[in-house]
């Protein structure tokens, strides 16, 4: 375990603009019905080159401890900010994809007060070594992380989307490591599920995630396919690594709006990561390595587990999230999406809170 200290050689960031002003686009000019609309790339791509600052960014990132370890040969980098109460909780944040270890940026100021927050980046993904991993392994990983190389008999894990993911596999192979898990989504319907058995919210929420796979999963079904073919042109072009990471990014709604509670220059040190790490292949490889990996049987543990439902994300019901988890939490937030601890930091802090406080009368 040692210090780590961002720092893009300026020969990246030159070959970054290089590419920018020569972007070569399409001649058509479709709205976000098509993906990412064409005006607003070229708006993002004209910031992106004349008034975004990576440096101003990479500085306020490196307020935070960062450190990278070898763990069982895989190099990790984590944030790893302690406590500043008595006895801090520790607490393990998971992200997902399209976003990084940044997701958490604005949540860790509102949550040192009561936890040791580690952030790791996914294997594949960030400043950790470009190395795809399922998600069964990647939490064997941070098993490893958090016990032999931090020290921390028991913790709390928490994330969403591949996030989820990882704190579900966390809980299956690792429960005696877990105070409990602490969710924003808790996995969807598929082949798998007996839909004579649902209730009405839950048919309902089935019936949102089948229209939802279809109108937006197009990244899913080619990551998880043919992850090398699209690596070439996302390598290779940031305007379309970043007309690939917004369409996610403004699933269900436009650029605009995202930017509105996030923030474009938000927005861009998230898929600058990407880029200066030259990870985009690595990280959309992980949906293959997931997809075609052998898998028993769904099991639910008895690990306690929370679960902070946004409402711009998928319109979950409690009896989902309970078939899925030992449910002794379940909150419809206010408030956020499918970013929560970007869009609504606070709020997911006081969740977590909240969650922590429960875990110590069980």
């Given at each position: 375990m040692e210090p780590f200290t961002i720092a893009v050689p300026e020969a990246a960031l030159d070959d970054l603009r290089r590419r920018l002003a020569a972007t070569r686009w399409p001649d058509d000019g479709a709205g976000w019905e098509y993906g990412t609309a064409l005006s607003y790339m070229k708006d993002l791509v004209d910031y992106w080159l004349h008034r975004y600052g990576w440096r101003r960014h990479e500085a306020y990132l490196n307020r935070f401890a960062h450190f990278r370890a070898e763990v069982s040969g895989t190099g990790v980098h984590f944030i790893h900010e302690r406590g500043k109460g008595p006895d801090p909780v520790p607490l393990l944040l998971l992200h997902g994809w399209p976003d990084s270890f940044y997701r958490y940026h604005r949540a860790i100021p509102f949550l040192t007060g009561s936890f040791d927050v580690v952030v790791p980046s996914i294997p594949g993904h960030g400043f950790s070594d470009r190395k795809a991993m399922t998600t069964a392994e990647t939490g064997d990983l941070f098993a490893e992380l958090m016990a032999d190389v931090l020290g921390y008999e028991k913790f709390i894990a928490a994330g969403g989307d591949a996030g989820t993911l990882i704190a579900q596999s966390l809980a299956e192979r690792h429960p005696d490591a877990l105070l409990g898990i602490h969710l924003t989504d808790v996995g969807y319907p598929d082949g798998a599920t007996d839909f004579s058995a649902l209730t009405e919210p839950e048919v309902a929420f089935a019936e949102f995630i089948q229209g939802w796979w279809m109108s937006e999963g197009a990244f899913n079904m080619v990551q998880s396919t043919k992850p090398q073919s699209l690596a070439y042109g996302l390598a290779d072009s940031p305007a379309g690594l970043a007309a690939w990471i917004m369409s996610f990014m403004a699933s269900g709604t436009t650029g605009e709006e995202v930017e509105a509670r996030i923030g474009r220059d938000d927005l861009l040190t998230n898929i600058t990561i990407y880029w200066v790490t030259g990870t985009i292949a690595s990280s959309a490889r992980r949906y293959y390595l997931d997809t075609h990996a052998v898998l028993g049987p769904w099991r639910r543990t008895p690990v306690p587990a929370a679960v902070a439902h946004p409402p711009?994300?998928?319109?979950?019901?409690?009896?989902?999230?309970?078939?899925?988890?030992?449910?002794?939490?379940?909150?419809?937030?206010?408030?956020?999406?499918?970013?929560?601890?970007?869009?609504?930091?606070?709020?997911?802090?006081?969740?977590?809170?909240?969650?922590?406080?429960?875990?110590?009368r069980l």
């Open positions: 711009r994300d998928a319109p979950l019901p409690r009896e989902w999230a309970g078939r899925r988890v030992n449910l002794v939490r379940f909150t419809d937030l206010p408030r956020g999406g499918h970013f929560t601890a970007w869009e609504e930091p606070e709020l997911y802090a006081e969740n977590l809170w909240a969650f922590a406080n429960e875990l110590q």
